[in-house]
């Protein structure tokens, strides 16, 4: 019998990716209906003809590309602030000894399970406190560490060889040293995988901003796109036009990353 040039998985698989991916493809190809296609009953899958009307009417009528960099911002930093901080503090807690050590990560590790809206209330007041509310900071402080990127740095460099630390040492390395010339290296793809979770949360983030957040000029590309669909609840070649403006920058990051991604769901030691 000949064996199949795949996986037998790939026959339930390849199935399954296309009914998800196909929401995707109607909401691009949505984006560029005319509006007498969308509006038809029953509605068309494939449009007659394509335009960019919607893209058009999009960045007229709002400050989508503003909304847009003001996202692209507020997730740039989040993201440099988790590889550098979360990546730190989780490799205090895997190699580091110090009191305290195991007590303090499970009080880090417990605030995973307290529901961010019994916070909202706590923050916003620190926040107004502090000046930050209806500023773009609002918005990336809370994303500058979380309790779960320590925990999954943690657990990578738990996994990794302590003979190379030692080696390291041996050859005159201090702690920094070693951290950031044998360790983060390592860490390429639990960095990678951080990095998505983290672009993921801060992009897609719009309960946080609708309460921080009322000045329309730094809106995040979330928190505009919610507030033009409720003025313009009809004209859904520019929601849709909207929603593609804000998804493609992140299936693109998931794409670039996925090699890496997958890298740390495997990871499971050097081998030499």
């Known amino acids: 019998m000949r064996r199949l040039p795949f996986s037998p998985w790939h026959l339930l698989l390849m199935p399954l990716a296309l009914l998800f991916a196909l929401p995707l493809v ?50 740039a930093i989040a993201v440099i602030a988790h590889l550098v901080l979360c990546s730190m503090a989780g490799y205090g807690f895997a190699r580091l000894k110090f009191f305290g050590k195991n007590a303090g990560f499970l009080m880090i590790l417990a605030t995973i399970m307290i529901p961010a809206q019994l916070l909202m209330i706590p923050t916003y007041v620190m926040f107004t406190r502090l000046g930050l509310i209806d500023t773009l900071a609002a918005a990336f402080v809370p994303w500058l560490a979380s309790a779960f990127g320590i925990f999954l740095m943690r657990q990578f460099f738990l996994s990794l060889p302590a003979e190379l630390e030692d080696a390291a040492r041996i050859d005159g390395c201090n702690t920094f040293g070693v951290f950031w010339r044998v360790v983060l290296p390592l860490a390429k793809p639990a960095l990678a995988t951080l990095t998505v979770f983290t672009l ?73």
Not at 29 to 52: E, K, S, V, Y
Not at 65 to 71: E, Y
Not at 204 to 210: E, F, G, M, Q, S
Not at 219 to 229: D, H, R, S, V
């Open 26 to 75: 109607q909401m691009v190809l949505t984006a560029f209906m005319p509006d007498g296609d969308i509006n038809r009953f029953p509605p068309r899958f494939i449009p007659t003809r394509l335009q960019l009307d919607g893209f058009i009417g999009l960045f007229n009528e709002s400050q989508a590309l503003r909304w847009l960099l003001n996202t692209v911002i507020v997730s």
């Open 200 to 272: 993921l949360g801060s992009w897609n983030d719009l309960i946080w901003p609708l309460v921080a957040i009322s000045d329309e000029s730094i809106y995040t590309i979330q928190l505009g796109l919610a507030n033009f669909q409720g003025t313009r609840h009809t004209q859904w070649s520019l929601l849709m036009a909207g929603n593609v403006v804000a998804t493609m920058p992140l299936i693109i990051a998931f794409i670039v990353a996925q090699r890496q991604f997958v890298a740390t769901m495997t990871f499971s030691g050097l081998k030499g």
